[in-house]
């Protein structure tokens, strides 16, 4: 019952949030508590290792729409919670239509559906659910670029969902069931059949269009850029983890443990490299978004247990810093009147003190300062990861996450001539506390052993080594410009490069051989 | 037949939604992309000699698979969504640059710089 709760009372809320729009803020309350009950009930049953199940439309297994309440749906449903309470509280006083309301809570329903659905036909329509959604709240302002961006995404990730509906059909042709949990046994008996590595290859574009894979989500930097800091701090928080989830469904029943780590290290190492050259901050927070990514993909590829938990954490964790940044920079940015490195430094004074504060948070858990978010997290991803190259990869990563975030420096130390606002430092104080204090919610979503483990010299050694060499290349090349090509996010180019990218996946289920 | 023909339309939607500049005529493109699809899974429900899925009480005939038809009911309906919505974007940005043509639309984006941007409604 929870399961289906969950979202459809956001659904409701969200309709009475049009229609009694003077309610929004009691609504928005109500919202949060009952998810807050529904999300502990779920949470007490898998803790008591009986996981929340619910088939609807049909009592026989792989014809209903089959939802659960698992480890994976649980956690990327309560970082929906933690970043919805944010961003309501963030826009507490802010005079925004009421249609923003309606759409902000139906993102958050969207959500928590598709974190807990099995069904990948389901999957498809909440997908479509949450780029409708999306589009029109990256387009809320009315100004031209937005609605460039928007377009942009919502043609894209239509072109990416058709893929993954061809994908869905001919999974449906040869296994006769959508289900997940009914498909796993299914696509083993054919490991290495045509039509398995065809379906896997359609499947994994069309959801990597949504999941901020670089070579398919092409739309991302303009879109998280341009949109409102609440709108962004959704989408880079929450809406993209989806893509991400379906990507770790997926995983579970095709052998994308190659194209995972190979899509995961294009991502981050791209990412980075396009951060590192941007200087609208906003901007570059979005190619970090796909960097980010990249961490996660490797760990979820690398298919170990204790990878796949860290990727899992780092999920959490990214969604965390990277809504806290998008929120603060934000409002920095509306306070001295740009989002760019030379103005915000120009104007350092009028940049707020808690807006400071809630980007210094930000930058350090996102640089995976001990023992912050971003160490914790990448700490259990690397004790997972089981070969030298993936080792490599993520610590280049981190030197390039250093080296990138090193244009908040010039802005982040100053005496502040402005005060915040209550509910934006409510806000920040939340999403930061968290980051803060990450190791018992890793805790939560690991176990004990592992978070002791990411505690080690080791990785103390290793966190402190890509801070001083990211800063050191910081120092270095702080002065040079460089501008890497910019036509492959182009509505003409794009299109194309997702198809290159489709046919990456498949050359690469090939060469893997089929094999999980 | 129809598979093949669904794949045809396809390959016709992605050299359209590449080739051509006008944003009208690139969600067209993606229509089409859109309706192959749905061909594609209306496609794989058939069976040879398959009428249509409507059994009658003591009637033993060959039906065709439902399911694929009740899932491109929704997958219809979202479409018809995203290109409605999607038209009146490109509605509002004809009202700003007078012109479909995508390219120059960015350019004209390019040109103007964030203090010149006012909200397009």
């Not at chain 1, 860290?310 to 964790?317: F, N, P, Q, R």
């Not at chain 2, 669904?6 to 993606?30: H, N, P, T, W």
């Amino acid at each position: 019952m929870p399961l289906i709760l969950l979202p459809l009372l956001r659904f409701l809320i969200a309709i009475l949030s049009i229609t009694v729009s003077r309610a929004r803020r009691p609504l928005a309350v109500a919202a949060h508590v009952a998810d807050a009950a529904l999300l502990a009930w779920l949470a007490v049953s898998l803790a008591h290792g009986t996981p929340v199940g619910l088939t609807l439309g049909s009592g026989s297994a792989g014809v209903g729409i089959s939802m659960t309440g698992d480890r994976i749906g649980m956690t990327f449903a309560a970082l929906a919670w933690g970043l919805s309470l944010a961003v309501n509280v963030y826009i507490w006083r802010d005079r925004l239509r009421p249609y923003f309301f309606l759409l902000v809570h139906l993102l958050v329903g969207a959500c928590y559906a598709v974190s807990f659905t099995q069904d990948l036909f389901n999957a498809y329509l909440l997908f479509e659910l949450l780029t409708l959604v999306s589009f029109l709240l990256v387009g809320y302002g009315r100004q031209p670029r937005q609605i460039w961006a928007s377009l942009r995404y919502l043609i894209l990730s239509s072109f990416g969902m058709t893929l993954f509906l061809f994908g869905v059909g001919t999974v449906y042709a040869h296994c006769g069931t959508l289900d997940v949990g009914a498909l796993r046994p299914l696509v083993a008996a054919s490991a290495g059949e045509p039509w398995v590595l065809l379906s896997a290859a359609l499947l994994t574009a069309g959801v990597s269009v949504k999941a901020g894979v670089f070579l398919f989500s092409l739309w991302l930097p303009a879109a998280h850029a341009r949109a409102m800091p609440a709108v962004s701090a959704l989408l880079s928080g929450v809406v993209i983890k989806m893509g991400v989830l379906e990507l770790f469904r997926l995983a579970d029943v095709f052998p994308l443990r190659l194209p995972l780590i190979v899509l995961g290290s294009i991502t981050g190492i791209l990412g980075i490299a396009y951060a590192v050259t941007a200087h609208d901050l906003k901007k570059m927070l979005a190619f970090h978004t796909l960097s980010q990514i990249g961490y996660v993909l490797i760990g979820f590829g690398a298919d170990t247990p204790t990878a796949r938990l860290g990727a899992l954490a780092y999920a959490v964790a990214h969604g965390l810093f990277k809504a806290l940044l998008f929120l603060s920079l934000g409002d920095a940015a509306a306070h001295v009147g740009g989002a760019d490195d030379r103005t915000l430094t120009e104007h350092k004074a009028g940049i707020p003190r808690a807006t400071r504060i809630a980007l210094v948070v930000g930058v350090l858990g996102i640089v995976g300062l001990p023992p912050l978010a971003g160490f914790d997290a990448k700490a259990i991803l690397e004790d997972g990861l089981p070969s030298l190259g993936p080792h490599i990869v993520v610590w280049l990563l981190s030197v390039g996450t250093v080296l990138s975030f090193g244009k908040f420096v010039p802005f982040l130390f100053a005496r502040s001539s402005v005060r915040s606002e209550c509910p934006r430092a409510s806000a920040y104080g939340w999403l930061g506390g968290l980051i803060v204090a990450f190791w018992p919610v890793s805790v939560l979503m690991t176990s004990v052993p592992l978070c002791l483990a990411a505690l080690g010299a080791t990785h103390l050694i290793e966190s402190f080594a890509s801070l001083l060499v990211g800063a050191g290349l910081y120092l270095l090349v702080r002065r040079h410009t460089m501008r890497l090509p910019q036509a492959i996010f182009r509505l003409e180019e794009s299109p194309l490069i997702i198809l290159l990218g489709f046919f990456l996946v498949f050359a690469l289920l090939l060469i893997g051989g089929g094999a999980g | 037949m129809a598979t093949i023909v669904s794949f045809v339309l396809l390959g016709i939607g992605i050299l359209a939604l590449v080739l051509r500049r006008d944003l009208v005529i690139k969600l067209l493109a993606l229509g089409l992309i859109n309706a192959s699809s749905i061909l594609f899974l209306v496609s794989i429900g058939n069976r040879p000699g398959g009428r249509a899925p409507i059994q009658f009480p003591g009637e033993t005939a060959v039906l065709v698979d439902p399911l694929p038809q009740a899932l491109v009911l929704s997958a219809i309906v979202v479409n018809f969504a995203i290109l409605a919505l999607a038209l009146v974007f490109v509605m509002i940005l004809v009202e700003r640059y007078h012109t479909t043509d995508a390219q120059r639309i960015e350019q004209e984006m390019s040109r103007e710089t964030d203090e010149e941007e006012t909200p397009c409604l």
